[in-house]
C-alpha cells in the first residue's frame, strides 16, 4: 500500500488530485468512504423500509459497551473488534428473539435493550478509565481517520463484498417481507430467518464503520441517507441509488470539513448528511407544491 | 366439469382448533376444498375466517390437521384483507410484481422477461400502464387488484382471497369474476375465498361454508337462499339493506 500512497501523493503534488491527497492518511479515508457508502447506503434504505432505525441506535450504543468489554479483556486499542462485535452480536440475537417472543411493542423492548447497554457500557467506560487515558477511547465514540490502518480497510472491503452478496441474495425477500410478511411467507420467505439474517448484516455493517463514523453517531449513517433518498426516490431503484449516493457525499463531505477544521470524522460527516437530508425535504416540499 | 362434492380434495381441515387467551377463535373446524372449485367462507364479523386462513397460510399455531394434497407446482397466490402501504414508501407497481418474478434485486432493476409478465398481469386485472405508479398513489380498489396481479404470477394452484371485491367498483368485480371463472374452467386453479357479498358468491361460488367459530353450515351456492342461511348472515343483510 506504500507505493500506492505515494504514486496518489505525487498526483496530489503535481496537482492532478487535491493537495489534501499528499497525506496517505487521508487516501486511506477516501478510500474508506468509497467502501462504505454503498454498505450504508445498501442497508440504510432496507433499516428505514424496516423501521428498524431505533434498533440501529441501540446497536451503536451497545457497541460502546463491546468496545469497553474487549478492551477490559485486553484487546489492542486499535481493533478491538471481538469485543465489539461479540457483543454486539449478543445484543441483536437477544433483541430480535424478544422482539419475536414477546408480546411488547419493538420500540418498548428495543428500549429496554438501548438502556441496558448503556448503563452497562458507562460503567464499563468507568472502570476502563483506570487503565487508559479516556482520550484513547474518543476515535470510537466519535470516529477518528488518524486511527484508521489498512488492515481497517481490508476488514472493511472484505465484510463490505460479504454483505453485498448476501444482501443481493435475499433482497426481494426482504423488502417483500418489509411491505407484508404473510405474502412474503407464501412466496416461500421465512420471516423468522429474515429477520434474524438482516439484523445480522446490520450488525457486520455498523461494526466495521465504527472506526471512521464512531459509536454515537453511526446510527445516523445507517438512518439518514434512506430518508434522504426517499424524499426524492420514485423507485427502487432510485431509492438505492439515492441512498448510496447521499451516503458518499456525506462521508466525503465529512472527510474533508474534518481535515480543514479539525473536528470529530463522525461528527462532520453526520453534520454533512444532515443537511443533505434537509435539502432533498426542501426539494420535495417545491415539487410536491408545483405538481399542486 | 365433476360436481364439486364428488372431486378429489385440495385442501383438507381436521379438527381445526386456535385459541387465543384460551378463547377460542376456531373450534373443531372440519372442511373439504374440491380440487376446480370456488369455495367460499362467510360468516359475520368475528366468525374466524381470516383465523382461518392464517392457519391454512401456517402463519399462526393450531390444534388439529391441514393438508394439503397439491397436483401440480404447489404454488399458493394470496390477497390479504389488509395491505397497509406506507405513504412515503419508493416502490411502485412493477418494483412489486417483480419482487416474487425475478431472482435480480429488484433495486438493480427490472428485467425485461419480467416487465413483460407485469405487462400482462396488469392487463389481466384492467390496470394496464400502471407500472411506474408508487403504491403508494394507488386508491384502495387499484391496490385490491395490485395483489390479486401478484397472487396470480405464478399460476398458482390454491388461490386464496380474503375479501377481495371490498373498495371494488363494479367494473373490478366483473374483472375479478371473469378470473375466477376462468381459474374453474381451466381447472388448475382452486379458490378459495372469504366473502360478504352475496350477489357475487352466488356467480361464481360452487361451494359455501357458514362459519360462526365452528362449521355452522355448508354445502351447494343454493344454500345461501335459504333462511336459515340468511339468518347466520347478518353482515351480508345489512349491507344489502343498506344498499337498497
Known sequence: ?292 | MTEPAEAPALLEIDRLTVRRHREALLDEVSLRVRRGTVHVLMGPNGAGKSTLIAAILAQLAFDGRIAMNWAETGAIGYVPQSFAVDPTLPVTVADFLALTRQRRPVCLGITRGAKAAIARLLARVGLSGLERRPLAVLSGGELRRVLLAHALDPEPELLILDEPTAGLDDAAVAILDEILLASKRSGKTTVLMVSHDLEQVRRVADWVTVLDRRVAVEGPVDILATAHVRELLPAARERRAARA
Open chain 1, 1 to 292: 500500500m506504500t507505493a500506492f500512497y505515494a504514486w496518489i501523493g505525487g498526483l496530489a503534488q503535481r496537482g492532478v488530485l487535491p493537495s489534501d491527497f499528499q497525506y496517505p492518511f487521508l487516501v486511506r479515508g477516501f478510500l474508506c468512504v468509497l467502501v462504505l457508502a454503498p454498505i450504508l447506503g445498501g442497508v440504510s434504505h432496507l433499516v428505514v423500509t424496516r423501521r428498524m432505525a431505533f434498533f440501529s441506535a441501540a446497536l451503536g450504543q451497545a457497541a460502546i459497551t463491546g468496545v469497553a468489554l474487549g478492551l477490559l479483556l485486553g484487546e489492542p486499542l486499535n481493533a478491538p473488534y471481538g469485543g465489539m462485535f461479540g457483543f454486539c452480536l449478543l445484543s441483536t440475537l437477544g433483541m430480535v428473539y424478544v422482539k419475536r417472543h414477546a408480546t411488547l411493542p419493538p420500540d418498548t423492548l428495543i428500549g429496554v435493550f438501548h438502556a441496558l447497554t448503556l448503563g452497562l457500557g458507562l460503567c464499563l467506560l468507568v472502570a476502563l478509565t483506570r487503565q487508559f487515558n479516556v482520550h484513547q477511547v474518543e476515535s470510537v465514540l466519535f470516529g477518528s481517520l488518524l486511527t484508521v490502518t489498512d488492515g481497517d480497510l481490508a476488514l472493511l472491503l472484505a465484510v463490505g463484498i460479504l454483505v453485498a452478496v448476501l444482501l443481493i441474495r435475499e433482497y426481494n425477500h426482504l423488502l417483500l417481507d418489509s411491505l407484508s410478511p404473510p405474502l412474503a411467507s407464501v412466496a416461500g420467505a421465512e420471516p423468522a430467518y429474515l429477520e434474524y439474517f438482516f439484523a445480522l448484516l446490520l450488525t457486520l455493517s455498523i461494526v466495521v464503520s465504527l472506526k471512521i463514523i464512531g459509536a454515537l453517531l453511526v446510527e445516523a449513517l445507517v438512518v439518514v441517507p434512506a430518508a434522504a433518498a426517499r424524499n426524492v426516490a420514485r423507485g427502487t431503484r432510485s431509492y438505492l441509488i439515492g441512498s448510496v449516493v447521499v451516503a458518499f457525499l456525506a462521508g466525503a463531505g465529512g472527510l474533508g470539513v474534518s481535515t480543514r477544521f479539525l473536528v470529530p470524522t463522525g461528527g462532520a460527516v453526520v453534520l454533512a448528511v444532515s443537511a443533505i437530508f434537509f435539502l432533498t425535504l426542501a426539494v420535495r416540499s417545491l415539487t410536491r407544491r408545483n405538481a399542486v
